[in-house]
């Protein structure tokens, strides 16, 4: 790290986004280099290093270039840069909207409408000043991590931190509290080999080694979504991890973009990775003028957003996940509950599979790379809670398979990888049953949460069962079906259509906080429980099916339209009364 | 000014070329092919892999014909493609040469067919619905200006048709036509609809027909949005119609594999995705500019085929047609919520509920196959699913205003259900269920 000799290389070939350089010093794997391009300095990365089979006193790099190579030729000037990929961590970095690679994008946006290759612009604001309070005295020891002082970032206390990578250090001097940017010293630090080193507010980490826990727990605490079905059926913890795959279509996005809206959290992280810009763009522009839901501040103020979409260069995306991941472990550090989106890691394993395939590599199922199980589980690792800070980075990844399959490659590997699974099932989405998580298809490492586990197996019982039937009158017709039996598909249907689906445009049904799922809970395990007793007095069979079935849709528009309505305490605490009545028939009640 | 040339090529393959050495070639850098005995010129190539002992060519009118001694001119520039207002009203071929037989237009200034990337900031949420006066896209599936949605049909479905019919009720100022691998009497029937329909004088047609130049027809996309994008920065509203992006894909991997290149799904190169979304991608409604919508065709035997696949998730939403009917089971548009709130309050309901039912209806179909939907309510969705596939998913009659359209919808619930098996709010049951 600390060879200050410029190491340079020059291109042999080229190809997409893929070059190869000759080089007589050194060349450090995973390191990064600049390539000279018409005048213009584009970033890349070293994948391999190998022999040059002409010439035995060079060596040939092949690299990954993070930007398009239009106008490269054969001779053009590589710089290695001898540090690996890396992101700037410091204040500033909440309410920032990035490109892959770090470059705020409203900043290059300022001097062209169009992302070029070697637009580069600092990650953060270096103009800005903060209110610098110190923490650490002269004479105090200090390693990576420890905290020398803070910022109001917003509403949290931004730690300023030793760097990670520094060993035992002793302060030297440390600045008084001020207003100053973050290019300015607020500390220097003498090492035990007697190197003085001076700290700023922000520093570089690299991104594909993670940031340590202090003492790693198991999450504990449930995160409240405000979506119904998850956090009834498919609870996620605060540093869990989750599966989202679904074919296009399935409301991905959407769900994505609720839990962006609802999701409790301190923190939340989008990496945008190789979708649609305009989705993240209708995070940044649209999501500022919403509330926080806990502090009904505008909802940016607690995102930041790495937006490599689908049309920026494909290496980038790579690269996009695991800088957004470091920035979540760096406010987990801090003490915060950090929710991390990533959207898709499918493009980003695709992006994997484009540059094996270029490299020429020896493709594995569907030309995925062979190991890519085991990047995607090493990845969903890095999420986690830490009782030692007390903050957690919660990691929901979507995967988007080829073909709706969920037996492609990348989904298997990441239901390996995670805790939670929320499968989005095409047939509901279909029938526009929204979120179209299949709630008979999901798993949950959570046991308890807001409600009991016994409360959600009798819940998941009755959809089981209720599907059962529904697949007998599919198959034998109506006719054959007992009363009774009929009664719990009604049941079934009944919890489906009120509970699990939710109107996610809809100002009051969009988002349920934990005391509505009580009573909601409430109602649903008095509703399974109850035996109701339609009068039928010499009905035909099939008069009294559908009588009852008329009960029940009076029952579920009742319902419906209490979702949408209910808002006051007195208005919510109705709903398990009115099941009540509707067990015994009382018709009146409805 | 005084070009480079090579005098000799070491390999031609189908649509690629290669010479020896380093001849000082940049990365998608142009170069000309000329009859080494007349200079007469044969051929453009772009630069597409390049080492210190051979440089790789794609040739846009194929490699039919070259020889060792065909000659190499570099132009030391990217493909750009020209762009002049007196484009309007004709007709060009894959890379942007005048192909309806009219006199050469007089470039007014090249430009870039890289398709950088629009930063995101400068994208605007888009919030402009395109009305079509299709009810299964007005109604189910809203439309808006700068979407970029493909058409999902089978080969035999009348997909052109439809594609023609939405173009020429679209509100745009520039109609960019892009036909890949098209036959020639497709060509000619998009010709005649948009003449006939008084579009043609602001249509500029770029077409690749079936049997061209593969290189031609993989440039296509790249030169006529670059174009489109020309007049989006220009502030006018452009439309896009890509059909069919299937053949295009179908290009792409053919090339993929005369460079011998690690095929992923069904031999299509790894980088579908992204070959797809960047052209995709270049629909946006622009800040302080105008815009760019891009209808396309996608054709397909089955939606897991890689296309399609990968199309759907780049596009926002799909329309699929199925039997000369606009499917309301696999159609969407993913950013009918921007616009279809601002409607009539009954707009997004009655969307929903109908589609529910419409679900139910399709079970029931299925469970009647095997005569299981003997009961009255299955029957009743059974008559429901037959009005609506005739009454909504009709895309080729008159068109329909939406207000009509949502009494047409209302129409057809009171003709087959009861108010509260349409899950609909007791509020909007009465206002709309007694309504004429």
Redesign the interface.
């Known amino acids: 790290m600390n060879n200050k000799k410029r190491r340079t290389g020059t291109l042999?070939?080229?190809?997409?986004s893929l070059v190869?350089a000759r080089f007589y010093d050194d060349v450090i794997m995973g390191e990064t280099a600049e390539i000279s391009v018409d005048g213009k300095l584009l970033q890349a990365e070293v994948l391999q290093i190998e022999p040059d089979p002409k010439n035995a006193d060079a060596g040939l790099v092949e690299m990954q270039v993070f930007e398009?190579?239009?106008?490269?030729?054969?001779?053009d000037e590589v710089v290695f840069k001898g540090t690996p990929l890396s992101v700037l961590l410091g204040p500033g970095l909440l309410t920032s909207?990035w490109d892959g690679l770090q470059n705020p994008?409203?900043k290059?946006?300022e001097t062209?409408?169009?992302?070029?290759p070697g637009m580069t612009a600092p990650a953060l604001d270096i103009e800005k000043l903060w209110d610098f309070t110190p923490t650490a005295k002269v004479g105090d020891v200090v390693s990576g991590g420890d905290t020398i002082g803070w910022v109001p970032e917003g509403r949290f206390e931004h730690k300023v931190l030793v760097p990670f990578d520094y060993g035992k250090c002793r302060v030297d001097s440390i600045i008084e509290k001020s207003s100053i940017n973050i290019t300015e010293v607020v500390a220097v630090v003498i090492d035990e080999l007697e190197q003085r080193h001076e700290l700023k507010m922000a520093f570089r980490q690299a991104v594909k080694s993670p940031i340590p826990f202090k003492e790693r727990a198991i999450p504990s605490e449930t995160i409240s979504t405000g979506v119904r079905v998850i956090d009834l059926l498919a609870p996620v913890g605060y540093g869990g991890t989750v599966g989202n795959p679904g074919?296009?279509?399935a409301g991905k996005?959407v769900l994505q973009h609720a839990l962006c809206k609802y999701a409790v959290a301190d923190i939340i992280i989008m990496a945008a990775c190789?979708?649609?810009?305009?989705e993240?763009?209708?995070v940044?522009?649209?999501f500022a003028e919403l509330d926080d839901p806990s502090t009904g501040e505008s909802l940016m103020n607690r995102m930041c957003i790495f937006?490599n979409?689908?049309?920026?260069p494909?290496a980038a995306r790579e690269a996009s996940v695991f800088i957004a991941l470091t920035v979540g472990e760096y406010y987990r550090y801090q003490g915060f509950n950090v929710v991390m989106l990533a959207d898709?890691t499918s493009?980003w394993a695709?992006a994997l599979?484009?540059r094996s395939?270029?490299q020429?590599d020896i493709?594995g199922p569907?030309?995925f790379p062979m190991d890519i199980p085991d990047q995607i589980k090493g990845m969903y690792q890095r999420a986690g809670a830490d009782a030692g800070t007390g903050g957690s980075l919660t990691f929901i990844g979507t995967v988007?398979p080829?073909?709706?399959?969920f037996q492609e490659p990348v989904t298997q590997a990441t239901m390996d990888a995670t805790g939670g699974f929320w499968g989005l099932s095409q047939d509901r989405a279909?029938?526009?049953?929204y979120p179209a998580i299949d709630p008979l298809a999901y798993t949950s490492s959570v046991y308890d949460s807001f409600i009991s586990w016994k409360d959600r197996q009798t819940m998941l019982q009755t959809l089981h069962e209720a599907n059962g039937i529904d697949q007998t009158?599919?198959?034998?017709?109506?006719?054959k079906v007992p009363v009774e039996k009929y009664i719990l598909f009604q049941k079934g249907l009944t919890i489906d259509?009120c509970v699990l689906q939710q109107?996610a445009?809809h100002k009051v049904d969009a988002c349920t906080r934990p005391d509505r799922l009580h009573v909601i809970n409430e109602a649903v395990q008095k509703l399974i429980d109850g035996s109701i007793q339609f009068a039928h007095n010499g009905m035909e069979d099939?008069e009294v099916?559908?009588m009852i079935?008329?009960k029940f849709?009076?029952l579920?528009?009742w319902w419906?339209?209490w979702n949408?309505v209910a808002q006051s305490e007195e208005e919510i605490a109705v709903l398990p009364g009115k099941i009540e009545q509707f067990i015994l028939q009382e018709d009146s009640a409805l | 000014m005084i070009r480079k040339e090579i005098n000799r090529i070491s390999e031609v393959g189908k649509a690629l070329i290669s010479v020896e050495g380093?001849p000082?070639?940049?990365?998608?850098?142009v170069v000309e092919l000329l009859n080494a005995d007349n200079n007469q010129s044969l051929s453009f190539a772009k630069a597409?892999?390049?080492?210190?002992d051979s440089t790789r060519f794609q040739v846009f009118n194929g490699t039919q014909g070259l020889s060792t001694k065909t000659k190499i001119r570099m132009h030391e520039v990217?493909l750009t493609a020209g762009f002049s207002h007196n484009m309007l009203g004709r007709s060009f071929d894959g890379v942007g040469n005048v192909a309806d037989g009219g006199p050469d237009v007089i470039m007014e200034k090249q430009v870039s067919t890289?398709?950088?990337?629009?930063?995101?900031?400068?994208?605007?949420?888009?919030k402009q619905p395109l009305w079509t006066g299709i009810p299964m896209i007005d109604v189910f599936n809203t439309l808006v200006k700068?979407q970029k949605i493909p058409i999902f049909a089978g080969p035999t479905e009348p997909y052109n048709r439809l594609l023609s019919q939405i173009a020429q009720g679209a509100q745009a100022d520039v109609i960019i036509f892009a036909g890949i691998g098209l036959k020639f009497d497709e060509y000619q029937y998009f010709k005649e609809q948009l003449s006939q329909s008084g579009n043609i004088d602001k249509t500029i047609m770029f077409t690749h027909l079936a049997g061209d130049s593969q290189i031609k027809g993989l440039m296509l996309p790249d030169v006529a949005l670059s174009v489109a994008r020309e007049f989006g920065d220009e502030g006018k509203d452009v439309l896009v119609l890509l059909t069919d992006m299937t053949n295009w894909s179908n290009i792409l991997r053919n090339v993929a594999n005369y460079q011998d290149?690690?095929?992923?799904?069904q031999g299509y190169?790894?980088?579908l995705?992204?070959e797809l979304?960047?052209r995709y991608?270049?629909a946006?409604d622009?800040?302080g500019?105008g815009s760019i919508t891009i209808i396309g065709a996608t054709t397909l035997e089955s939606?897991?085929?890689?296309v399609p696949?990968?199309t759907?998730?780049?596009t926002?939403?799909?329309f699929f047609l199925d039997n000369g009917k606009l499917k309301l089971?696999?159609s969407?548009s993913?950013?009918k919520?921007q616009v279809n709130?601002d409607t009539r309050d009954d707009h997004?309901p009655i969307m929903?509920a109908m589609?529910?039912l419409l679900?139910?209806a399709e079970?029931a179909y299925?469970?009647a196959e095997?005569?299981?939907?003997?009961?009255?309510?299955?029957q009743k969705l059974l008559r429901y699913r037959t009005d609506f596939i005739e009454n909504m998913e009709e895309p080729f009659g008159e068109p329909i205003e939406l207000e009509a359209a949502l009494d047409k919808c209302w129409d057809i619930l009171r003709r087959h259900f009861?108010p509260?098996?349409t899950?609909?709010?007791?509020k909007l049951i009465e206002q709309y269920w007694h309504k004429n």
């Open positions: 042999i070939a080229i190809q997409d190869k398009d190579l239009t106008g490269a030729q054969i001779g909207i994008l409203y290059l946006g062209d409408p169009y992302l070029q074919p296009f279509g996005t190789g979708e649609r810009a305009g993240a763009v209708e940044f522009k649209d937006g979409t689908s049309s920026m494909v898709s493009r695709q599979r484009e395939g270029r020429g493709p569907e030309a988007s080829a073909g709706g399959n279909d029938a526009k049953k009158i599919s198959t034998i017709g109506l006719k259509f109107n445009f099939e099916k559908e079935k008329s849709d009076e579920r528009q419906r339209d949408g | 380093n000082g070639v940049a990365l998608n850098h597409i892999n390049i080492t210190e990217p890289r398709l950088d990337t629009l930063n995101p900031t400068v994208r605007l949420v888009p700068s290149m690690i095929p992923s799904l190169p790894g980088s995705y992204s979304a960047k991608e270049v946006a622009i800040e500019a939606l897991e085929d890689p696949d990968n759907g998730y780049i926002e939403g799909q089971a696999r969407l993913r950013l919520q709130d997004r929903t589609a529910s679900a139910d079970k299925e469970a095997v005569g299981a939907a003997n009961d009255p309510y299955s009861e509260t098996e899950g609909l709010s007791k």
